[in-house]
């Protein structure tokens, strides 16, 4: 059976999911899984509340924790990366400085790639990190998948496809359900579904959409013309169908799927107004200062769950009791929705998350269809091999085996929207390889909050003079 290395465990929903998924995969049982955290505390609650679930379960699993990178790779099958360097802190601090220089929402929300922790430029750190640990795999596991969480996911494989390329590496997203929001909008039964969606991660589309055997796009059609007026947004993050979504589609052709949705033009991100005009009331979607406040309260409300559940179970409480759960989410006055990943925990079904299934295809043999991030290699017409793209696949003991995407992605999409997409990624991946800061620059330069050569680099020398970014100043030469 596998051995399992997550970095970055301390992200305790994440990795609990992760443990729930190999807990409902018997074909798994006996598989070992190192957490590793560099936050000593946090990577103590995970495990806490890890082994107190296997044990509610009867589960066969071993868990060991570590803040070692080398222990958490050596020996290892897989090694998931769901590691942040530095942190929201480090990025809010990041977006603090942008917007002193002028830049709505910091200098990495760019045009096509607003994702508010989606840092290219702002967090060499956390490029420099994929690098290591891929480097690592290499010297350590050699034979072992990387399975890329962590974002920028788009960037981050293309750089270690490119870095390390003797390196096995996959990346993953759920951004893909939002083709089944679309379906539960529209009342279809989604084993009745036969869809496709490919382009670069945050940036996918829905190019082939049948319900029964026939092509039921204009059923979203239809939808818009009858329901869009009275939509609402349920949170920040509640954008599949918002008036932004319908406007790409009429633009480009396809319905955007996922995080494509909050990755637009600038023209509807200048400033907050025209965000709740396209992403809705009250928030502005999830990148907006609104949107992204109630991210970062919401978080911060399921990080002192977490730390109080896992003291209940460090003291013996059967916390993963859904009856005792609700009991302990009352008495400690935390929100209802916040402690719902714990009856996700104890329910049949998966998480949605692809890790533990493509973990499974690889190990047993047995096939899933997984939407992947991989090297292009001739799946996408008109995109570089040497790009890495998010297309369907079957995963097996074989390996990965990317669908043919039929029918293919419009014109509209693909020199519109992915060319822009693809030009950016190429300065930001080149920056790095080939240690060129004029690179970072020309990416600021085309942004249309740039009024000079001065404050592009102005904002730069302040960011790279943060006391974490010295290792950013002498890979540039700052």
Known sequence: MPRIGVIGAGSAVFSMRLIGDLVKSEELSGSEVVLMDVDEERLRAVEILAKAFVESTGADLRFRSTTSLEDAIRD??????????????????????????????????????????????????????????????????????????????????????????????????HGHHGVFKIAQALGLDPREIDWQVAGFNHAIWLSRFRYKGEDAYHLIEKWRDENLKDWKPKDPFDDQLSPMAFEMLKTYGMMPIGDTVRNSSWRYHRNL????????????????????????????????????????????????????????????????????????????????????????????????????????????????????????????????????????????????????????????????????IDYIKEILSRDPRTMSEGQAEAVLEEIASLPENEPMRRHYGI
């Open 76 to 173: 290892s099958d897989f090694v998931i990366n769901t590691a942040l360097v530095g942190g929201h802190e480090y990025l809010e601090k990041v977006r603090k400085i942008g917007e002193k220089y002028g830049y709505y929402r910091g200098i990495d929300a760019q045009e096509f790639n607003m994702v508010s922790d989606y840092y290219t430029m702002g967090n060499f750190n956390q490029l420099a990190y994929f690098v290591e640990i891929a480097e690592k795999i290499a010297e350590l596991s050699p034979n072992a998948w990387l399975i890329q969480a962590a974002n920028p996911v788009f960037e981050g494989v293309t750089l270690i496809t490119r870095a390390v390329p003797q390196v096995k590496v996959v990346g993953f997203c």
């Open 273 to 436: 107004r025209e965000k709740i005009r396209w992403y809705g009331d009250p928030w502005g979607g999830a990148d907006s200062e609104l949107g992204w406040e109630w991210y970062k309260k919401t978080l911060k409300m399921v990080v002192k769950a977490v730390e109080f559940f896992a003291r209940k179970a460090a003291e013996g409480v059967r916390v993963f009791d859904p009856k005792v759960a609700k009991k302990l989410t009352l008495s400690a006055g935390i929100p209802e929705e916040i402690s719902k990943w714990i009856d996700s925990l104890t329910s049949d079904e998966m998480s949605g998350e692809q890790h533990v299934p493509f973990i499974r295809a690889i190990t047993t043999g047995n096939p899933e269809r997984l939407v992947v991030n991989v090297k292009n290699d001739g799946v996408l017409n008109d995109i570089p091999d040497d790009v890495v793209v998010e297309v369907p696949a079957i995963v097996d003991g074989e390996g990965i085996h990317p669908e043919k995407i039929d029918p293919p992605l419009k014109d509209e999409v693909v020199r519109l929207y992915l060319y822009p997409r693809l030009s950016r990624m190429e300065l930001a991946v080149r920056a790095f390889l080939e240690r060129r």
